[in-house]
C-alpha cells in the first residue's frame, strides 16, 4: 500500500479496495534515508486499524530494497544493518509485529560465508529491538541469492540467538520461478513438507500472492497480475485451496497500484468462493 503523504492512509485504502491485510514499505525502499514517523501521522494509523477492524497479525511491513545482510562488502553490510535497526523501530513505533527481509546475496563469496553475515546481522538488531519479528522471504536461486530453498532457511536461523522472532512468508512467484510447482496438489505439498521438515511449518506467518510472468524454474523473478501469468487462475485455485495456505493472510505484490490491486483482489475473492463460498 502507498505511505507518500503518511502513514494514516493505509487502513482506509486498504478497505477501500477490498483488502482486510496489506503490507508497506517502512519508508523509500530504493533510498538509504529512513526516519521515524511523526507522533500525529502515528496515532492516526492506530485509529484507522481500529476503525476499519483490521487484524494486526495481518499487517506487513517490507524493507527497502537496497538492504544486503549477506554483503562481504562491510561499508553495504553496515548501511545495512544501521538500516535494518530504523525499520524494526519504524514498525514499532507503527504496532507492526512483522518486517519482512529478503535475506541478501553472498555476491560470489559462498553460501557459507553469506549465512554468517545474514545471522550476524539479525542478532545484533534484534537484539536493540525485541518487540518486532524478523520474516525471510524466499527468493530465486540468480545473483548469488541465498534463500531459495528451506535448508538455508534452516541454517541461517540455526545461527540466530532469537529464533522464536524469527519465521516466514513464502512468495508464490519466487517459489514458482525457483522450481516449486505450487500449482499441483502434489508439489504444495512437498514444498510444505520441506518447510516442515526444515524449520517447522509454525514459522510460515503470510504468503505473498503473486502470478508469475515465468515458466516454472525460471529462476527470473518477474511478478504479475493474478490470472495473467504462468501460475494462472486455475494454479491458484489449487493453491487456496490447501488449508494451511488458505489460512495464512495473502499479500498482493503485483505490478500497478490500488485500481490495479482491487482487480486482483477481486481475482482471489472469485476464486475463493469457487472454493470455500463467499469470502
Known amino acids: 500500500m502507498p505511505i507518500g503523504g503518511g502513514f494514516e492512509r493505509v487502513p482506509r485504502e486498504t478497505v477501500e479496495i477490498g483488502g482486510n491485510a496489506f503490507q508497506i514499505f517502512p519508508h523509500n525502499p530504493r533510498q538509504w534515508n529512513a526516519k521515524l514517523p511523526d507522533n500525529e501521522d502515528v496515532v492516526h494509523f492506530i485509529r484507522g486499524v481500529k476503525k476499519f477492524n ?8 517490507h524493507s527497502g530494497y537496497l538492504v544486503n545482510i549477506a554483503s ?7 548501511k545495512s544493518v544501521a538500516l535494518l535497526e530504523i525499520e524494526m523501530k519504524i514498525c514499532a513505533k507503527l504496532g507492526i509485529k512483522y518486517l519482512n527481509i529478503h535475506p541478501g546475496s553472498h555476491l560470489g563469496e559462498g553460501e557459507e560465508a553469506g549465512i554468517e553475515r545474514i545471522a550476524k546481522a539479525l542478532n545484533k538488531v534484534m537484539k536493540n529491538e525485541k518487540s518486532v519479528h524478523i520474516l525471510l522471504e524466499n527468493v530465486t536461486m540468480k545473483g548469488g541469492n541465498i534463500g531459495y530453498n528451506y535448508e538455508q532457511m534452516r541454517k541461517i536461523i540455526e545461527l540466530c540467538e532469537y529464533p522464536e522472532r524469527i ?22 505439498k512437498k514444498l510444505l513438507e520441506e518447510i516442515d521438515k526444515t524449520v517447522g511449518i509454525e514459522r510460515l506467518k ?8 515465468n515458466e516454472l ?3 527470473k ?15 491458484l485455485k489449487v493453491l487456496l485451496s490447501n488449508e494451511i495456505i488458505s489460512s495464512l493472510p495473502l499479500i498482493l505484490e ?26
Open 167 to 188: 519465521g516466514l512468508t513464502f512468495d508464490t512467484c519466487h517459489g514458482f520461478d525457483a522450481g516449486y510447482d505450487i500449482t499441483t496438489s502434489e508439489g504444495i
Open 221 to 235: 523473478d518477474r511478478h504479475e497480475n493474478i490470472g495473467n501469468g504462468t501460475i494462472g487462475l486455475a494454479g
Open 54 to 61: 483490521l487484524n494486526p497479525e495481518f499487517m506487513l511491513c
Open 254 to 279: 503485483t505490478p500497478g497500484d490500488n485500481p490495479e490491486h482491487a482487480e486482483d483482489i477481486a481475482k482471489v475473492k472469485l476464486v475463493w468462493n469457487e472454493i470455500y463460498g463467499k469470502a
Open 72 to 78: 562481504p562488502k562491510d561499508d553495504i553490510w553496515e
Open 217 to 219: 524454474g525460471s529462476q
Open 206 to 213: 503470510f504468503i505473498h500472492l503473486n502470478d508469475s510472468k
